[in-house]
């Protein structure tokens, strides 16, 4: 219980709550709409899923400014504002944000892929042996099951980089289906979303999880 009291005192562990119930409600809205006789519900999950977006703080610099003016808009008190525009220009921003976010991912993912199969190379001890003790030649299969190993291996040894690349690509799922670049459903969203909060819960409640960036 203790433990529960100091996340959520934390402004980081509150809002990854809210957005767990946001995207929570969203997935249950999505499975539940095609039954006739849940409409209720579906009212109920759609209210609550919009309630706690407005008291979800959102962990970007631009954010901070679009989110109030969208939110404004929405309550009635400022009928000049282009809600739609704003939201656009959010959701572009956030994308670019995300993007950059997988690309350093990537990146880290590949060296460090690089530095397993270096340090199983040193201790094989033998140049003409692959790796991962994979004979690699030209065929596909081969070559993919050597490369599934090595993702996995580098993977394992660095779980703030799984974390946080799977916390990444479930995220930017929403801007992109926001800006019609992939189209998508609300239950895609709701999950990726709730996969994603609870990859950035794990990181507030263990901090040596969080991927540490240079």
Not at 67 to 92: C, Q, T, Y
Not at 153 to 166: A, E, N
């Given at each position: 219980?203790?433990?529960?009291?100091?996340?959520?005192?934390?402004?980081?562990?509150?809002?990854?709550?809210?957005?767990?119930?946001?995207?929570?409600?969203?997935?249950?809205?999505?499975l539940?709409?095609?039954?006739?006789?849940?409409?209720?519900?579906?009212?109920k999950?759609?209210?609550?899923?919009?309630?706690?977006s407005?008291?979800?703080?959102?962990?970007?610099?631009?954010?901070?400014?679009?989110?109030?003016?969208?939110?404004?808009?929405?309550?009635?008190?400022?009928?000049?504002?282009?809600?739609?525009?704003?939201?656009?220009?959010?959701?572009?921003?956030?994308?670019?944000?995300?993007?950059?976010?997988?690309?350093?991912?990537?990146?880290?993912i590949?060296?460090?892929?690089?530095?397993?199969a270096?340090?199983?190379?040193?201790?094989?001890?033998?140049?003409?042996?692959?790796?991962?003790?994979?004979?690699?030649?030209?065929?596909?299969?081969?070559?993919?099951?050597?490369?599934?190993?090595?993702?996995?291996?580098?993977?394992?040894?660095?779980?703030?980089?799984?974390?946080?690349?799977?916390?990444?690509?479930?995220?930017?799922?929403?801007?992109?289906?926001?800006l019609?670049?992939?189209?998508?459903?609300?239950?895609?969203?709701?999950?990726?979303?709730?996969?994603?909060?609870?990859?950035?819960?794990?990181?507030?409640?263990?901090?040596?999880?969080?991927?540490?960036?240079?």
């Open positions: 219980m203790d433990a529960f009291i100091s996340f959520t005192n934390q402004t980081q562990g509150r809002d990854q709550l809210f957005r767990a119930t946001k995207y929570t409600c969203m997935l249950l809205r999505y539940l709409e095609p039954k006739a006789d849940k409409e209720e519900v579906v009212k999950l759609k209210k609550l899923e919009s309630s706690v407005t008291g979800s703080s959102l962990n970007l610099v631009i954010y901070f400014i679009c989110d109030p003016i969208i939110f404004v808009r929405s309550a009635g008190l400022a009928s000049g504002i282009n809600k739609e525009k704003w939201r656009m220009w959010a959701a572009r921003h956030y994308y670019y944000s995300l993007l950059l976010s997988l690309i350093r991912d990537l990146y880290e590949s060296l460090q892929m690089e530095q397993v270096h340090d199983r190379a040193k201790r094989e001890k033998s140049p003409s042996q692959d790796p991962l003790g994979y004979s690699v030649a030209n065929e596909e299969t081969e070559w993919l099951q050597f490369f599934l190993l090595l993702l996995f291996r580098s993977l394992k040894k660095h779980l703030p980089l799984l974390l946080d690349t799977v916390k990444n690509f479930c995220d930017i799922l929403n801007p992109l289906d926001q019609g670049i992939y189209k998508s459903n609300p239950g895609i969203i709701g999950l990726g979303g709730l996969v994603s909060s609870m990859a950035g819960i794990i990181t507030v409640a263990y901090p040596q999880m969080k991927l540490k960036t240079h």
